[in-house]
């Protein structure tokens, strides 16, 4: 079964113009046009935004005269501007 969705898509008045001009040309429609592009962009892979995870896997130590039982010196550190 096939369901059609009729969807308003607003373009930029310059590249609606050039891209009603190429229909023309073409001997085709806007909506074809549209959906051709459209069709190219979905079989890109997308970009990697960011790099993948990756654990810590060794053991880490505290940063020097950082105790690390200490919870109100370290959110001292983080949210105190006059923290060194």
Same mark, same amino acid.
């Given at each position: ?17 050039q891209a009603k001009e190429r &229909?023309?040309?073409?001997?085709? #429609?806007? %909506?074809?046009?549209?959906?051709? @592009?459209l069709g190219k962009v979905m079989? =890109? ?5 960011? &790099?993948?995870?990756?654990?810590? #896997?060794? %053991?880490?130590?505290?940063?020097? @005269? ?5 919870? =109100? ?12």
């Amino acid at each position: 079964m096939v369901i059609w969705v009729k969807t308003t898509v607003d373009i930029a008045d310059g590249l609606l113009a050039q891209a009603k001009e190429r &229909a023309r040309q073409e001997g085709t #429609t806007l %909506r074809t046009l549209i959906e051709r @592009g459209l069709g190219k962009v979905m079989e =890109e892979r997308p970009e990697r935004t960011r &790099a993948a995870f990756k654990p810590v #896997t060794c %053991r880490l130590e505290p940063l020097p @005269g950082v105790d690390p039982d200490d919870w =109100e010196a370290i959110r001292a550190a983080i949210y105190d501007s006059d923290a060194p």
